[in-house]
C-alpha cells in the first residue's frame, strides 16, 4: 500500500470511529511527509502543486491531528495544516472538502468530520480521566461552529460533548437542556431513510431521559409509550419505535418487556436490538442468552470495533451452557486481538481446564495454564490472574508439580489481598485459596483456616479444620458436615463428595478419640458415598481413596482381614479408573503398593508399583516444568525397581523388566519398553530394598540371577563412599597418607562390586560370552561395573569386553555398522577459568592418523560452527572439558570457545553418525539424585542417535587422555579403515594397557567406558 492509501485510511479511522491512534504515530507522519513530496515540486516562486487532492489530504491529517493532540504538542500540526491548505488556494483548513474512496464508494470529507471525530475523541478520554476543562472547550467550539454551520455532525457530537458535561456536573441541568435541542436538532434535519436516523433517535432518547430524571421525569418514555401504543402490530415501524423506547427506560421489567415485543414483531432483528435484548435476559430469561449471542455474532461484521467484546461473550457463555468445544473452537479461529485479547485468552483457558477434568487429554491442561498465563501478562487483571492460580493448581492435584502450586498459592494471595470485600467472586477465589494451602501441607493449615472464617465458607471451613486434626476443630467439622451432607437433595452430584468429606472427618475424629463406634459411622458413611457415585464419574477413585483409609484404619484396630482385603480391592479399582486424575490414581497405587509390601502380597505390591510406574508418562507431561520433572523422579526414586522385585517375587521376570525400562529415561523422551536386544547379552541389574537381582536378556529371553550379597543399604553406602574418595582424589595438592586411604576405599568398592555383582553374574554365565552390555540401576549406575575386581586377583576386565546401555531402547535402532569416512575433532586447549590441555594436540594428531578429519581448534570451536557441521561427520572426537551441574544437571556440557554445549544442544543434534569421543572430564557421570535419568553428556550424545559412546565417569588428566586416545584409534583402525564397530574393543583394550602401567590407582585407567550396540 503506497504512503496516499494509508493517510486516507488513517484518515477514515479518525473520522468514522474517533479513533487517533493511527495518525498519532511517527509512522503517519511519515506518510504525510512522503504524500507531499510527491505531491508539491518546489519551484523558482514557491510550490507547484501536482496532485491537489493528495495535498488537501496531508492537511487534514495534520489538522486531525492538531485536533486531537494535547495542548503543547499540536501546535507544529496546526501550520503544517495551515500552509498546506494555503498552498491550494484555502484560507484554512476548515474550507477544504474531498472524497475518501471506502471500497466502491466515495465518501465525503471534510473538517466535519474531523471536528465530530474530534468531539468523540474529547468524549472518549473523559470517560478514561474525567478531565473536565477539555470538555468545556469542546462544546465551545462546536457552540461556535454550530451557529456559523448547523450541520447534524456536529450537532451530534455537540449533543454528546454536552451530555459528557452533565455527567461531570449533574447539577448544570441546564447543559441537558442544550444537548436535547442539539439531538432535535440533528434528528430533525435527518430523513427517515437516512441510516444514521436510529443513531439520533438513541442519542435523543438517550439526553431526554437524561433531562427528565433530573427534571421532568416521563417526558421521553411517555411520548413514545403514546406512540407504540397507537400502533398497528404490522406496522413497519413499531420494531423502530420499540428500541427507541427501551432506549429511555432504566433496568426493569417493562424494558424486558418492550425490548421482548420488539424482537416478536421483528423479522430480522438489527443488531443494536440484539445487543440491547441480550442485556436484559441473563437475570430473566437465561436460557435465551445463548441464542441471542449467536445472532449477535452473525450479524456482526468481521471489523465492527464491539465483535470482540461480543465474540468472548459468547464464547463464555458457550463455556458455561456445557458447549466448551464450540467456545475453544470459536476463540482459536477468531484470534481476538485488542484490549479483550486478556478475556478471550481467559476463557479460552476456562474452557480447556474444563475440558480436561471431562476428558484428560494433557494438553489442554497445559494449554490452560499457558493461555492464562499470557492473558496475565497483558495487564493487571484479577480476574484473569486468578484464572491462571485456578489452572495452575488444576495442574498440580493432577501431577503434583512443587513449582505449580508455590505459584497457584502466590496469585491466590495476590487475589484475594486485592480484591474488595463485596467483590463477587472474592468467595470462589479464597475457597481456592483454602484448598491451596490444604495441599501445602500442615503449616498452611491455621492459614487455610482464617480464609476459610473471612469467607464464611462453612464446608470449606469444616474440611480445614479436619485437616488441622485438632480435638475441639473435628468435633466442629463433624457438626458442620453432617448438616451439609444431610441437606443436600439425593439427586444432586455433590452428595456423593459431601458424604466422602464427611466420612473423612469422621475417621480423623476416631482417631483421634479412639472411639470405634465413629470408625463404623465413617466407614458406613463412605460406602454410601461408594453406592452413590457413578461408575464414570472422576471422584469415583478419590472415593474409593477414601474408603480404603477407613477400612485400613478399622483393620489396624480390628485386625479383620475381611477389611484389609476390602481397602486393597478399592484401591485397585481406583488405580484402575480411568476417568479420574492421575495423581488420585497414583496416590492409590503407591499405598496399595505399600499395602502389598507390608504383608508379603507379591501381586498387590506389584499392581501397586506397577501402577505407578505405569502411570509415570501421564505425569510426567511436557507442559510440566523440568525441575518439577525432575523433582517428582527423586521423590520416587528406586519406584521403578522396587515394582521389578516384586514382579520378580510374582514370577514375572517379563514384567520386571518392562517396569525397570519404563521407569528409565523418562526425561529424555523414554517411557516405553523395548526387549528385544538380538543376539547380544545384556545384564540389567535391578537394585530394590526389597531385594536384588540380575537380569539376564538374551535371544533365550529373561533369565533371573539372585544376588544375595547385594543390599539396597550396602549400594548407597557405598556409592556415596566412592563418590567421596573420587572428589576428594582429585584435589591437588593431597597428602600421600590421605590418597592411599582414599584409594583403598576406591579398591575396596571395586573388591565389593566383583564379589556382590559381576563374579556372581559372569559365574552364572556359562559359557561366558565375549562381550557383555551391563545396565545397572539406582545408585549401581554411578559405580564403575566394567572394572570390578580384586586388586591382585581376577576382575570383569579379564574376562569379558563391557559395555554400557542406560535402556534396552538403545538397541531398537540398530543397524549396519560401516567404516567411518571422516571425523570432526573440536579442540579447546585453553578455556576462561578452567586449567590449559596440553595434550589437545597429540589428540588431533591421534584422530588425524585414523580417518580424515576437520578439526575446529581455540577460537575456532563456537557453539555456531561445531553444532552446523556435527551432523557432516562419522566420527566427532570431543578434546575439551566438560562441566557437570550437580544441582541442574541439565546445566551439563561441553565447554567450547564462547559457550557451553549443554544436553538440550545435544539432543537438537541430527542422529545418525557412528562414534562421538568424549575426551573430557565426568562426561559420564549422572545425578544422584536421579541416577537412572542418566543426565550426562554421554547419555545426551545416546538419545541424540550416536550409536557408539566412549566417555568418562570422572576426571581424566590431560596426559593419561591423549595416552588412552591413542590407543583406542590406533585399535580402532588396526592398519585398515577406521571401523566403529570395533568400540567396545579397542576401549576394553585400551583400559588393560593403562591398567597394566598403574593397577594401583583404578583412578588413572577406570574411568573410561563404551556405550552402544
Known amino acids: 500500500m503506497d504512503p496516499l492509501s494509508r493517510l486516507v485510511e488513517r484518515l477514515w479511522w479518525f473520522t468514522s470511529g474517533g479513533d487517533p491512534v493511527p495518525l498519532l504515530d511517527d509512522a503517519a507522519l511519515e506518510d504525510s511527509q512522503a504524500v507531499v513530496r510527491a505531491a508539491l515540486r518546489p519551484g523558482a516562486d514557491g510550490f507547484e502543486v501536482l496532485d491537489r487532492e493528495a495535498v488537501a489530504f496531508a492537511a487534514l491529517a495534520h489538522w486531525c491531528r492538531y485536533t486531537a493532540l494535547p495542548k503543547g504538542l499540536c501546535e507544529g500540526d496546526y501550520m503544517h495544516s495551515l500552509s498546506l491548505s494555503q498552498a491550494i488556494g484555502f484560507d484554512d483548513p476548515g474550507q477544504i472538502t474531498v472524497a475518501v474512496q471506502v471500497g466502491k464508494q466515495r465518501v465525503g470529507l471534510d473538517t466535519v468530520d474531523v471536528a465530530a471525530a474530534w468531539a468523540r475523541h474529547v468524549a472518549t478520554r473523559f470517560d478514561q480521566s474525567g478531565d473536565v476543562e477539555e470538555l468545556v472547550s469542546a462544546t465551545d467550539y462546536l457552540r461556535a461552529r454550530i451557529t456559523v454551520l448547523p450541520d447534524p455532525r456536529l450537532l451530534d457530537a455537540f449533543a454528546e460533548v454536552m451530555y459528557r458535561r452533565y455527567v461531570a456536573r449533574p447539577d448544570q441541568v441546564w447543559v441537558l437542556e442544550e444537548a436535547v435541542a442539539a439531538a432535535r436538532r440533528a434528528l430533525g434535519q435527518t430523513a427517515e431513510d437516512d441510516p444514521r436516523r436510529d443513531g439520533r433517535i438513541h442519542a435523543l432518547g438517550a439526553v431526554l431521559a437524561a433531562r427528565d430524571a433530573a427534571t421532568a421525569p416521563g417526558e421521553a418514555a411517555e411520548l413514545l409509550r403514546a406512540l407504540v401504543s397507537r400502533t398497528a402490530e404490522d406496522d413497519p415501524g413499531l420494531p423502530s419505535y420499540l428500541l427507541a423506547l427501551s432506549r429511555t427506560l432504566p433496568e426493569s421489567d417493562e424494558l424486558y418487556d418492550v425490548l421482548t415485543r420488539a424482537m416478536e414483531v421483528t423479522a430480522d432483528p438489527g443488531l443494536e436490538m440484539l445487543v440491547r435484548y441480550v442485556g436484559v435476559l441473563p437475570s430473566r430469561a437465561p436460557l435465551k442468552v445463548l441464542g441471542v449471542r449467536r445472532a449477535i455474532i452473525t450479524k456482526m461484521p468481521a471489523v465492527h470495533p464491539d465483535r470482540s467484546l461480543h465474540l468472548v461473550a459468547l464464547a463464555d457463555v458457550l463455556r458455561i451452557a456445557g458447549h466448551g468445544d464450540e467456545a475453544i473452537e470459536l476463540l482459536r479461529s477468531e484470534d481476538v486481538r485488542g484490549p479483550w485479547r486478556a478475556r478471550a485468552l481467559m476463557v479460552l483457558s476456562s474452557a480447556l481446564g474444563t475440558r480436561f477434568e471431562e476428558r484428560g487429554a494433557p494438553a489442554d491442561l497445559d494449554d490452560a495454564v499457558s493461555l492464562a498465563r499470557e492473558a496475565d501478562g497483558l495487564g493487571d487483571d484479577l480476574t484473569v490472574r486468578a484464572t491462571l492460580a485456578l489452572a495452575l493448581l488444576r495442574r498440580f492435584e493432577h501431577r503434583r508439580g512443587p513449582s505449580d502450586l508455590a505459584e497457584s498459592l502466590r496469585h491466590l494471595r495476590d487475589v484475594t489481598a486485592r480484591a474488595d470485600g463485596d467483590y463477587p467472586s472474592l468467595p470462589s477465589w479464597r475457597s481456592n485459596l483454602a484448598a491451596a494451602l490444604a495441599f501445602d501441607g500442615p503449616a498452611s493449615a491455621d492459614e487455610a483456616i482464617d480464609v476459610l472464617r473471612d469467607a464464611d465458607h462453612g464446608e470449606g471451613l469444616?474440611?480445614?479444620?479436619?485437616?488441622?486434626?485438632?480435638?475441639?476443630?473435628?468435633?466442629?467439622?463433624?457438626?458442620?458436615?453432617?448438616?451439609?451432607?444431610?441437606?443436600?437433595?439425593?439427586?444432586?452430584?455433590?452428595?456423593?463428595?459431601?458424604?466422602?468429606?464427611?466420612?473423612?472427618?469422621?475417621?480423623?475424629?476416631?482417631?483421634?478419640?479412639?472411639?470405634?463406634?465413629?470408625?463404623?459411622?465413617?466407614?458406613?458413611?463412605?460406602?454410601?458415598?461408594?453406592?452413590?457415585?457413578?461408575?464414570?464419574?472422576?471422584?469415583?477413585?478419590?472415593?474409593?481413596?477414601?474408603?480404603?483409609?477407613?477400612?485400613?484404619?478399622?483393620?489396624?484396630?480390628?485386625?479383620?482381614?475381611?477389611?484389609?482385603?476390602?481397602?486393597?480391592?478399592?484401591?485397585?479399582?481406583?488405580?484402575?479408573?480411568?476417568?479420574?486424575?492421575?495423581?488420585?490414581?497414583?496416590?492409590?497405587?503407591?499405598?496399595?503398593?505399600?499395602?502389598?509390601?507390608?504383608?508379603?502380597?507379591?501381586?498387590?505390591?506389584?499392581?501397586?508399583?506397577?501402577?505407578?510406574?505405569?502411570?509415570?508418562?501421564?505425569?510426567?507431561?511436557?507442559?510440566?516444568?523440568?525441575?518439577?520433572?525432575?523433582?517428582?523422579?527423586?521423590s520416587w526414586q528406586s519406584l521403578g525397581n522396587?515394582?521389578?522385585?516384586?514382579?520378580?517375587?510374582?514370577?514375572?521376570?517379563?514384567?520386571?523388566?518392562?517396569?525397570?525400562?519404563?521407569?528409565?529415561?523418562?526425561?529424555?523422551?523414554?517411557?516405553?519398553?523395548?526387549?528385544?536386544?538380538?543376539?547380544?547379552?545384556?545384564?540389567?541389574?535391578?537394585?530394590?530394598?526389597?531385594?536384588?537381582?540380575?537380569?539376564?536378556?538374551?535371544?533365550?529371553?529373561?533369565?533371573?540371577?539372585?544376588?544375595?550379597?547385594?543390599?539396597?543399604?550396602?549400594?548407597?553406602?557405598?556409592?556415596?563412599?566412592?563418590?567421596?574418595?573420587?572428589?576428594?582424589?582429585?584435589?591437588?595438592?593431597?597428602?600421600?597418607?590421605?590418597?592411599?586411604?582414599?584409594?583403598?576405599?576406591?579398591?575396596?568398592?571395586?573388591?565389593?562390586?566383583?564379589?556382590?555383582?559381576?563374579?556372581?553374574?559372569?559365574?552364572?554365565?556359562?559359557?561366558?560370552?565375549?562381550?557383555?552390555?551391563?545396565?545397572?540401576?539406582?545408585?549401581?549406575?554411578?559405580?564403575?561395573?566394567?572394572?570390578?575386581?580384586?586388586?591382585?586377583?581376577?576382575?570383569?576386565?579379564?574376562?569379558?569386553?563391557?559395555?554400557?546401555?542406560?535402556?534396552?531402547?538403545?538397541?531398537?535402532?540398530?543397524?549396519?555398522?560401516?567404516?567411518?569416512?571422516?571425523?570432526?575433532?573440536?579442540?579447546?586447549?585453553?578455556?576462561?577459568?578452567?586449567?590449559?590441555?596440553?595434550?589437545?594436540?597429540?589428540?588431533?594428531?591421534?584422530?588425524?592418523?585414523?580417518?580424515?578429519?576437520?578439526?575446529?581448534?581455540?577460537?575456532?570451536?563456537?557453539?555456531?560452527?561445531?553444532?552446523?557441521?556435527?551432523?557432516?561427520?562419522?566420527?566427532?572426537?570431543?578434546?575439551?572439558?566438560?562441566?557437570?551441574?550437580?544441582?541442574?544437571?541439565?546445566?551439563?556440557?561441553?565447554?567450547?570457545?564462547?559457550?557451553?554445549?549443554?544436553?538440550?544442544?545435544?539432543?537438537?543434534?541430527?542422529?545418525?553418525?557412528?562414534?562421538?569421543?568424549?575426551?573430557?572430564?565426568?562426561?559420564?557421570?549422572?545425578?544422584?539424585?536421579?541416577?537412572?535419568?542418566?543426565?550426562?553428556?554421554?547419555?545426551?550424545?545416546?538419545?541424540?542417535?550416536?550409536?557408539?559412546?566412549?566417555?568418562?565417569?570422572?576426571?581424566?588428566?590431560?596426559?593419561?587422555?591423549?595416552?588412552?586416545?591413542?590407543?583406542?584409534?590406533?585399535?580402532?583402525?588396526?592398519?585398515?579403515?577406521?571401523?566403529?564397530?570395533?568400540?567396545?574393543?579397542?576401549?576394553?583394550?585400551?583400559?588393560?594397557?593403562?591398567?597394566?602401567?598403574?593397577?594401583?590407582?583404578?583412578?588413572?585407567?577406570?574411568?573410561?567406558?563404551?556405550?552402544?550396540?
Open 642 to 1013: 522396587d515394582a521389578a522385585a516384586w514382579a520378580l517375587s510374582a514370577g514375572k521376570p517379563e514384567r520386571a523388566l518392562e517396569l525397570l525400562e519404563r521407569s528409565r529415561l523418562l526425561l529424555s523422551g523414554g517411557g516405553e519398553a523395548f526387549l528385544d536386544v538380538g543376539e547380544r547379552t545384556v545384564v540389567v541389574v535391578n537394585v530394590s530394598r526389597y531385594r536384588c537381582d540380575a537380569l539376564v536378556v538374551s535371544s533365550a529371553g529373561v533369565r533371573v540371577i539372585p544376588l544375595r550379597e547385594l543390599t539396597f543399604a550396602d549400594v548407597t553406602a557405598k556409592a556415596h563412599v566412592f563418590l567421596g574418595a573420587q572428589a576428594r582424589l582429585e584435589t591437588r595438592p593431597l597428602p600421600l597418607p590421605e590418597k592411599v586411604t582414599l584409594l583403598d576405599q576406591v579398591r575396596e568398592t571395586l573388591d565389593w562390586l566383583w564379589r556382590t555383582t559381576a563374579s556372581p553374574v559372569l559365574d552364572a554365565l556359562a559359557p561366558l560370552p565375549p562381550r557383555i552390555w551391563w545396565s545397572p540401576t539406582g545408585l549401581l549406575s554411578v559405580l564403575p561395573l566394567h572394572a570390578a575386581g580384586a586388586y591382585a586377583g581376577e576382575s570383569v576386565l579379564d574376562r569379558v569386553v563391557s559395555s554400557y546401555a542406560g535402556s534396552l531402547r538403545m538397541f531398537a535402532r540398530d543397524g549396519v555398522e560401516r567404516p567411518a569416512g571422516s571425523a570432526l575433532v573440536v579442540a579447546v586447549p585453553e578455556a576462561v577459568g578452567l586449567p590449559a590441555l596440553h595434550g589437545v594436540d597429540e589428540e588431533v594428531h591421534a584422530v588425524q592418523r585414523a580417518v580424515p578429519a576437520t578439526v575446529l581448534r581455540g577460537s575456532e570451536a563456537t557453539l555456531a560452527a561445531v553444532t552446523a557441521a556435527l551432523a557432516d561427520h562419522d566420527v566427532v572426537h570431543f578434546a575439551c572439558h566438560a562441566t557437570q551441574n550437580v544441582a541442574d544437571p541439565a546445566d551439563t556440557g561441553i565447554v567450547l570457545h564462547d559457550g557451553k554445549l549443554d544436553l538440550a544442544a545435544i539432543a537438537a543434534v541430527p542422529g545418525g553418525a557412528h562414534l562421538a569421543f568424549l575426551s573430557a572430564c565426568r562426561t559420564g557421570a549422572g545425578a544422584v539424585d536421579v541416577p537412572d535419568e542418566a543426565l550426562h553428556v554421554a547419555a545426551g550424545f545416546q538419545v541424540a542417535g550416536f550409536r557408539h559412546v566412549v566417555g568418562t565417569l570422572w576426571s581424566v588428566e590431560d596426559q593419561s587422555a591423549a595416552a588412552f586416545t591413542t590407543a583406542v584409534y590406533a585399535r580402532l583402525t588396526g592398519g585398515s579403515a577406521l571401523d566403529p564397530a570395533r568400540t567396545a574393543f579397542a576401549v576394553h583394550e585400551a583400559t588393560l594397557l593403562a591398567r597394566a602401567q598403574d593397577r594401583f590407582d583404578p583412578m588413572r585407567w577406570a574411568q573410561w567406558f563404551h556405550s552402544g550396540p
Open 462 to 634: 469444616a474440611l480445614a479444620l479436619v485437616r488441622r486434626g485438632k480435638a475441639g476443630d473435628l468435633e466442629e467439622a463433624v457438626e458442620v458436615l453432617r448438616a451439609v451432607a444431610d441437606g443436600t437433595p439425593d439427586d444432586q452430584p455433590r452428595k456423593v463428595v459431601r458424604l466422602c468429606n464427611l466420612g473423612e472427618a469422621l475417621r480423623v475424629n476416631a482417631e483421634r478419640r479412639n472411639d470405634p463406634a465413629v470408625l463404623n459411622d465413617a466407614v458406613r458413611v463412605q460406602r454410601e458415598a461408594l453406592d452413590r457415585c457413578a461408575p464414570g464419574s472422576p471422584e469415583r477413585a478419590w472415593v474409593l481413596g477414601s474408603l480404603a483409609s477407613a477400612l485400613l484404619d478399622r483393620f489396624a484396630r480390628t485386625h479383620h482381614l475381611r477389611d484389609r482385603a476390602d481397602a486393597v480391592t478399592a484401591l485397585r479399582a481406583a488405580v484402575a479408573h480411568t476417568p479420574a486424575p492421575v495423581g488420585e490414581r497414583t496416590a492409590s497405587a503407591m499405598r496399595l503398593g505399600g499395602i502389598g509390601a507390608e504383608t508379603g502380597d507379591a501381586e498387590a505390591a506389584l499392581a501397586g508399583f506397577g501402577g505407578v510406574v505405569d502411570l509415570l508418562p501421564a505425569l510426567l507431561a511436557d507442559g510440566m516444568a523440568r525441575a518439577d520433572h525432575e523433582h517428582l523422579l527423586g
